[in-house]
């Protein structure tokens, strides 16, 4: 089969949810809930740009469970009805084309700026790394009752996206947020019912998945994004994510998007760590994860997706057809070419490039800063009606964000690193 046809074909979940294609827009920050956590219009008009261009289903960038717990200024947060009308209309124009739409949820834990919450929780009081600590803050450790309301939050906001219209649910169980910081090690060190063991620790996750499953039903979707490994001493190792895949399997999760590393250990946006040269292999098959979801899938057999490095239709079609994966998931590409899928299913190649965006700045080029403000930029202009600008100036947007947050005296919510959701 040739490639566009290999990426054309429908998927079955195995809830009996029909994916009109093999291509899935990835989760990305899109910053654009108003000052109260409200989708707004230009995010309405985002979604309807990607449901027209051809995408076979979207995942929405963090939607938060808790007022008191956001990772950025402009998430949406889902606590109750109060904005029913507005995700109605963002879950309507998402969903147009026969399109799949899952809304993210998530609670950022410890990964949440000075500023910009009372306080930020995790499962134990683990600081960041030295050089981080002056944008982060060490976490209060969550207490029992704690864990079990945030449980609950969970499941709550899960039956409201179901009531405004959205076709899926995914759990943000990787890069290093509170789901992802219960499953590692390094930043659950409790001894109590939610740490101390790796069952324990998948504790967690399991609750979460159980919470939002009573509270939608078995015929809708739920699914998760889960670190393949945290590439961090000390944490959540392969082995480990192997299992939480095989205990979610057995609870019955519809699909499993693979990922992998945290805000201080960026390996979802294809910073390399470790030593040694990239293998040819490796670069060849393009995805950053593929070899660990061939382990995953001789593991289990429940759906899995894999996002990041995809480059061309060719290694798209080749990693489905491997067996490795049954979606690809695009993010970032997505942001500067939102009818990519119709262009790979007409039998051609990416029109644009994802880049690494740079200042010249070597001391801010050396943190990331700049890669979250560049790409929400692109999925503001999409959002108002623009084209995006694929080759817009890294230190031009430099430059209007530091301008932007000096005037309105906010020097302290300026994000660390890419929020690759």
């Known amino acids: 089969m040739t490639p566009h046809a290999v990426l054309a074909q429908a998927f079955t979940l195995p809830n009996g949810v029909v994916i009109k294609n093999r291509m899935m827009k990835s989760a990305m920050s899109e910053t654009l809930g108003n000052a109260d956590g409200a989708p707004t219009p230009e995010l309405v008009h985002l979604y309807e740009a990607w449901a027209a261009g051809g995408i076979g289903g979207c995942i929405t960038g963090n939607v938060m469970i808790d007022r008191r717990a956001v990772g950025e200024p402009g998430n949406i947060v889902i606590e109750d009805g109060r904005d029913m009308a507005a995700l109605k209309a963002w879950a309507h124009a998402a969903t147009r084309h026969n399109t799949q739409c899952w809304v993210q949820l998530n609670h950022p834990g410890k990964q949440a700026p000075k500023g910009l919450n009372a306080e930020t929780v995790a499962p134990s009081a683990i600081p960041f790394r030295g050089d981080m600590q002056p944008y982060f803050a060490t976490p209060r450790e969550l207490s029992d009752t704690e864990v079990r309301e945030v449980i609950r939050r969970f499941g709550n906001a899960a039956g409201i996206v179901r009531q405004a219209g959205f076709s899926g649910v995914q759990i943000h169980g990787a890069h290093g947020y509170l789901v992802s910081q219960f499953l590692s090690p390094h930043h659950n060190r409790r001894t109590d019912d939610w740490g101390g063991t790796p069952e324990k620790r998948r504790r967690f996750v399991l609750q979460v998945y159980r919470a939002i499953r009573e509270a939608v039903g078995p015929d809708f979707t739920v699914g998760i994004k889960l670190n393949s490994a945290d590439f961090q001493r000390g944490g959540f190792t392969e082995e480990e994510s192997l299992e939480t895949i095989r205990a979610l399997a057995d609870a019955g999760i519809d699909l499993i998007e693979i990922s992998g590393g945290t805000y201080e250990a960026p390996a979802m946006t294809g910073v390399k760590l470790g030593n040694g040269p990239v293998k040819e292999s490796t670069r060849q098959r393009e995805a950053y994860f593929l070899e660990f979801a061939e382990k995953a899938r001789s593991t289990v057999g429940t759906p899995l997706m894999v996002t990041g490095g995809f480059r061309s239709a060719r290694g798209m079609a080749e990693a489905i057809s491997s067996g490795a994966v049954d ?32 200042t010249g700045i070597k001391a801010i080029d050396k943190l990331g800063l700049l890669e979250i403000s560049w790409y929400a930029g692109q999925l503001r202009r999409i959002g108002n009606g623009q084209a995006p600008k694929p080759r817009e100036s890294g230190l031009w947007v430099f430059a209007k964000q530091a301008w932007h947050l000096a005037r309105i005296g906010k020097k302290e919510r300026l994000p660390v690193k890419l929020r690759a959701n």
């Open 327 to 358: 979606l690809v998931g695009l993010a970032r590409i997505m942001a500067i070419e939102p009818d990519l899928p119709n262009r790979l299913l007409s039998g051609k190649d990416p029109a644009q490039q994802v880049r690494p965006i740079r």
